[in-house]
């Protein structure tokens, strides 16, 4: 896989902090850790040898207040490294700093569709799928907004490895993203950015790799959506496709964030309630 570039923003408020002076095994601490993404709260006791939680947590918060860590999520730190200069930010990726945010998790949606080079749109939000529930939603970490999406594990796959600055993260194929979009196209910018990728990457997709997903995610709007946008756009072979799927009886809606107003499409069984772009 390709490697990208990482790249941080600074945090709101962050400016101007002053970093306190360390005490020796304040010192030593942070050259244990610092060449991780992150580490959590028991990884900390563990090198300090503390016996009490406790202990171990004003240890960190002294640290924080000092300009030294930064709080990811409960019971997760990153450190701040003399290079962050005034912003006092980790020097994470949003996509590194997602890994840590629920387990497992891969980007998805409309940040792997961006990664892919699949859409010029940039969103604000950094998109993660997880496999189970998650009661406690990130909203804003180090400056940056990340959404994630609860999946039922029978639709969390398609996920492959990358790298940025030499630190791994999870992310959707590039067929698994195409499929992920038809399923909760609101959460890529609309049916409408799917088929703009459709017909802008067709070349490197695996054809049979995105009917065998078709199949797997278990909606049969998906394969609905796929079919009749690769039959508008002269994409591959759809016959194919209507033999290895199971379209389900009734009218799906091509977007199911839009309104359903539109034309009936009874070849695919969609109601066709947006005008594709590309």
Do not use: C
Not at 237 to 244: A, I, N, P, Q, T
Not at 256 to 277: M, Q, S
């Amino acid at each position: 896989m390709h490697a990208v570039t990482g790249h941080t923003k600074p945090v709101k408020g962050a400016q101007n902090i002053t970093r306190g002076s360390l005490g020796r095994s304040e010192a030593r601490f942070l050259a244990r850790v610092s060449g991780k993404a992150a580490f959590t709260t028991g990884e900390a006791q563990d090198i300090l040898g503390y016996k009490g939680e406790d202990s171990t947590q004003k240890f960190l918060e002294r640290l924080q207040h000092k300009g030294w860590i930064r709080r990811i999520r409960r019971g997760r730190f990153a450190v701040i490294p003399l290079s962050s200069g005034e912003s006092r930010t980790p020097q994470l990726h949003e996509f590194i700093v997602a890994m840590e945010l629920v387990s497992p998790a891969t980007i998805a949606y409309w940040s792997a569709l961006n990664h892919h080079g699949m859409t010029e749109q940039l969103p604000r939000t950094v998109f993660v799928a997880t496999d189970h529930p998650v009661r406690r939603h990130p909203g804003e970490v180090l400056g940056t907004n990340y959404k994630i999406i609860s999946l039922k594990p029978g639709k969390f796959f398609g996920v492959v490895k990358d790298w940025i600055d030499e630190m791994p993260f999870m992310v959707t194929d590039r067929e698994k993203t195409i499929i992920d979009g038809l399923d909760l196209p609101q959460y890529v910018g609309g049916v409408d950015e799917i088929a703009k990728a459709l017909s802008s990457v067709w070349t490197q997709l695996d054809e049979s790799k995105l009917r065998k997903y078709a199949v797997k995610i278990g909606n049969s709007a998906v394969a609905k959506r796929l079919g009749f946008l690769m039959e508008i756009l002269g994409l591959g072979d759809v016959e194919k496709l209507r033999k290895v799927v199971t379209l389900a009886p009734g009218f799906s809606s091509l977007d199911p964030a839009l309104p359903r107003h539109g034309k009936f499409n009874r070849r695919w069984g969609l109601l066709v309630n947006t005008e594709i772009k590309v």
